[in-house]
C-alpha cells in the first residue's frame, strides 16, 4: 500500500477482489476432482437413484483436498484458511451442480460450530469432526431461511437441505443448540425442484440430542452460520452463471442454422455479452462477500445482502439463456441445461429471498420504505 | 351470411335433437360438426356454415349453457390449430372429407413432423425424403425431431425435401403422414419437466399415396406458411378472461396466501398482472382485427408476449411459494396425452413454459420475423437462399 491510500480518509472498507495463488491451486484440484467424478453426465445418471450425491466423491474433497476444513482454524481441526478459498471451492461446485453437503455441512454448519466451540467441549469435538470431513452436520432449518429470519424452534422441520446424508443434525431450540445424531431422528425426504440438493422433513425428539450453546448463544450462532452461508451461496451461483454462459457460448458457436453458426447472429451475441456484464458483477460481488466474511468486517451483513440480491437473478438468469439459446435441445432431461437452471432457481430462494435481502440492505443504509 | 340470430336456432335444433345429457358425447361431437357448428368459419359440409368467425362465440356460449361436451382442445391442439387449416386451404375435396370431421370431433390425433436435428429454426434446410415410388406413391426416409404427441397422433403433418436439386424452400413437398405405417418409429425423448411430451420420430421407407401430399410438388414451403402461421397463433392466441391463464394462478396463491406476501413480489405481481391484462387486450383488438379470419405477422406478437410472459409469472409464483417453491410434484416419467401449460404445480409451470419461447418458432426468429416483415428492415445478409440444397454445408 502507497503513503497516499494511507492517509486517504477510511470510508469502506478495503477489500481483497482478486483470486490469490493458493486460490486458484485449490480451485484447479477441486475442478480437476470434478471433471474426473461428477460430470454433469454422472450426476444426470444419479439424480433420481435414491441418493444423488456420487459416491466416494465426499472424501477426496472434503479430507483428502481439505476442503470441509476450510473455515476452521487449525487448532480446532481445520485448514486455518477463510472464506475466500471456501468460495472457490464453491464456485467449482456450482459450475458442476454438483450433489454434496459442502454449503450446507462445510459451511452453514461448520460456522455456526465456531463460536459455541470456544466453550463447549461437544461442539469443539463436532466441528473437528467436520473440519476433517468424518462428519457430515446440517442445520435444521428450512434451506429458505435467510440470516437473521425467525427459527423453528419446535416440530418437524421441512425443507432441509442435504439432510438426507447427515450424521448429524443441528437443531436450534427454545433452550439451546443441539447435536442430534442422525439415527435418532426422523428425515423424510420431499420431492426438490432441484434434485441434486435434496430437500427432507426432519423430526427431533424433544431434548433429544447433546446441548451445545445455550438459549442466549443459539441466536448468534445461528445467525452467524446463515450469513457465511449466504455470503458463500452467492460464489455457487457465480460458477453456475458462468458455466452457462461458457457452455452456451460454445454451442451457438458449433450449432448451424441458416448456413452459419447461430451464435454468430447479433441478437444471441448481444445476449451473450449482457451475460458476461452481468458476470463480471457477479463475480466482483461474491468476491467481496468473501471477503468481508473473511477479515470479518462490520460491513459483510451489507455486503452478503448485496451479493445475494444481485447473483441470485444473474444466475437465474443465466440459465434461462443457456436453455432458451438452446433451442429445443436445452429443453431435453438428457441435456445438463435443466440441472443448472433448477439449482439456480432453488438457490433464489435458498437463504433468503431476494426481497428479504433488499429490504436488510434498505434497514441497513438507511434507505427506510415509504410509510 | 348466417347472423347469430339463426346461429343461435340452430343450436337449439342440435340441443334438441342430442339432448347433452343422454348423447354419446363422440355422437354429440360428429352431430355438431355434421350441423355446422363445429368452426362456423369453415364452409358448410366440412363443420362450418361459411358465417363469420366472431359468431363461435354465440355457438359457444349456448352450448356450454346447455352443458354440451366439448372436443378437448388440450389433447388435439396440432390437429385443430394447425393441421386443420392447412388441410382446408391446401387439400383436395377428398381430403377435407376424409380428415376433418374425425380431427374436430378428436377421434384422430395429429403431430407435426415439422423439425429435424438439423432443421429448427432453419426448418427450410430439412433432410427428410420423400423420392417417388413405382406406384406413384411416395416413400419417406428421414429423422424428426421434438414431435409432441406423435405418441398419441393417428395422422402428421409432414414436410420432405423431394427435389435436393433446388434452392431450400424450393424442393420441400408436404404430405399427411400415417403415423401406423410400419416404417414409423416414435420414440420418447424426456423434458426438463420430467415428462416426455415429445418424441423423435424415425421414418424408413414410409409409404403416403400422393392423393395425400397437400399443395404441389415443391411447393411445401408456401403450404407450410399456412400451417407455421397458424401454430402461432394457436400458441397463446386463444381467448381468455382477465386473470385467465398463467397470471391467474400467481393471484389465486396471492388472495388465498397472506402469509407470503412481501412489498417486493406485489410490486412484481402488479407489473406482471398489468402486462397480462394488456397481452389479453391486445389479443382481443387482434380478434377484432381479423375478420376476415387471416392471421397475418401480427400473431407472432401474441406469442412474443405469451411466451414472455407465462416464463416470467411463473418465475415470480415460485418465489412466491418460497418453501414450496422449492419442491415439485413428482418427476416420474410419463408420456402425457395433452399438453397443458398452467397444469399441475408452479415448479412444472415453470419448467413447461420454458418451451414456450422456442416451441413453433422461438422468440429469437419471431423477433426477426417482426423486423422484417412487420417493420420492413432489411434482413440479414443470407448465403443460403439460392444455392442448392444438396450443395449446403452440413
Ligand atoms: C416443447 C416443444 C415442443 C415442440 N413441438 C414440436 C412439434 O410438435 N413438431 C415440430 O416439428 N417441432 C416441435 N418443436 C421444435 C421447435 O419448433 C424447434 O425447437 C424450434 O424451431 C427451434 O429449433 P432448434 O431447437 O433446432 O433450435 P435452433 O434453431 O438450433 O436455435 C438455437 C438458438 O439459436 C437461435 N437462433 C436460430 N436462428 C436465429 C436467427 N436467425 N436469429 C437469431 N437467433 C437465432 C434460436 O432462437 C435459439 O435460441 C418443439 C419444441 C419444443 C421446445
Known sequence: MTDVTESAEPTEPTLDLLYSETEEDLRAAVRALLADRAGHQAVLGLIETDSPYVPGLWKPLAADIGAAGLLVPEKLGGQGASHREAAVVLEELGRAVTPLPYLTSSVVATETLLAPAGESEAAAGLLAELAGGRTVAVLAVPLSTAPGAELPLTGPVAGVADAAIADVLLVPRADGLYAVPAAEATVEPQTPLDLTRPLARVTTGAGSGTRLAGPEATG???????????????????????????????????????????????????????????????????????????????????????????????????????????????????????????????????????????????????????? | ??????????????????????????????????????????????????????????????????????????????????????????????????????????????????????????????????????????????????????????????????????????????????????????????????????????????????????????????????????????????????????????????RERPELRTHDLHRRLLDHWVDAEVARLAGERLRQQLVAGRPGPEGSAMKLAFARLNQAISGLEVELLGDEGLLYGEWEMRRPELVDFTGRDAGYRYLRSKGNSIEGGTSEVLLNIVAERVLGLPPEPRNDKDVAWKDLAR
Request: charged share 25%.
Open chain 1, 220 to 371: 448468534p450462532a445461528v445467525r452467524r452460520g446463515l450469513l457465511a452461508g449466504a455470503g458463500l451461496l452467492a460464489s455457487e451461483q457465480l460458477g453456475l452463471a458462468e458455466w452457462c454462459l461458457e457452455e452456451t457460448v460454445r454451442y451457438t458457436r458449433e450449432r448451424h442454422q441458416f448456413n452459419r453458426p447461430v451464435g454468430s447472429f447479433q441478437a444471441l451475441k448481444h445476449r451473450m455479452a449482457q451475460l458476461w456484464l452481468d458476470l463480471v458483477g457477479a463475480r466482483a460481488a461474491a468476491r467481496a462477500a468473501a471477503d468481508s466474511l473473511a477479515t470479518g468486517s462490520a460491513d459483510a451483513p451489507l455486503i452478503v445482502a448485496v451479493a445475494q440480491a444481485y447473483c441470485s437473478k444473474v444466475a437465474v438468469r443465466a440459465a434461462e439463456e443457456c436453455v432458451q439459446l438452446h433451442g429445443g435441445i436445452g429443453m431435453t432431461w438428457e441435456h445438463s441445461a435443466h440441472l443448472a437452471l433448477k439449482r439456480a432457481k432453488s438457490d433464489q430462494i435458498a437463504l433468503g429471498s431476494t426481497g428479504r435481502h433488499q429490504d436488510a440492505i434498505a434497514a441497513l443504509v438507511g434507505l427506510e420504505p415509504p410509510v
Open chain 2, 1 to 254: 351470411m348466417t347472423g347469430a340470430e339463426e346461429l343461435r336456432a340452430l343450436t337449439r335444433k342440435l340441443l334438441d335433437a342430442y339432448p347433452p345429457a343422454t348423447t354419446d358425447r363422440t355422437d354429440f361431437l360428429r352431430a355438431r360438426f355434421d350441423a355446422g357448428l363445429a368452426w362456423v368459419h369453415y364452409p358448410a359440409g366440412l363443420g362450418g356454415l361459411d358465417a363469420p368467425r366472431a359468431l363461435q362465440a354465440v355457438v359457444d356460449a349456448e352450448l356450454a349453457a346447455a352443458g354440451a361436451p366439448d372436443n378437448d382442445p388440450r389433447k388435439i391442439g396440432i390437429g385443430l390449430g394447425m393441421a386443420a387449416p392447412t388441410v382446408l386451404a391446401h387439400g383436395s375435396d377428398e381430403v377435407k372429407r376424409r380428415f376433418l370431421r374425425p380431427l374436430w370431433v378428436g377421434e384422430e390425433v395429429w403431430c407435426q413432423l415439422f423439425s429435424e436435428p438439423g432443421a429448427g429454426s432453419d426448418l427450410a434446410a430439412l433432410a427428410t425424403r420423400a423420392v417417388r415410388g413405382d406406384a406413384g406413391d411416395w416413400i419417406v426416409d428421414g429423422q424428426k425431431v421434438w414431435t409432441s404427441s406423435a405418441h398419441t397422433a393417428r395422422w402428421a403433418i409432414l414436410i420432405a425435401r423431394t427435389d435436393p436439386d433446388a434452392p431450400k424452400h424450393r424442393g420441400i413437398t408436404y404430405f399427411v403422414c400415417d403415423m401406423t405405417d410400419p416404417g414409423v418409429e416414435v420414440r420418447p425423448l424426456r423434458q426438463i419437466t420430467g415428462e416426455a411430451e415429445f418424441n423423435e420420430v424415425f421414418l424408413t421407407g414410409v409409404r403416403i399415396p400422393d392423393a395425400h401430399r397437400l399443395g404441389d410438388i415443391g411447393d411445401g414451403w408456401r403450404v407450410a406458411q399456412t400451417t407455421l402461421m397458424n401454430e402461432r397463433v394457436s400458441i397463446g392466441g386463444s381467448r381468455i378472461p382477465r386473470e385467465g391463464g398463467m397470471i391467474g394462478k400467481v393471484a389465486a396463491t396471492w
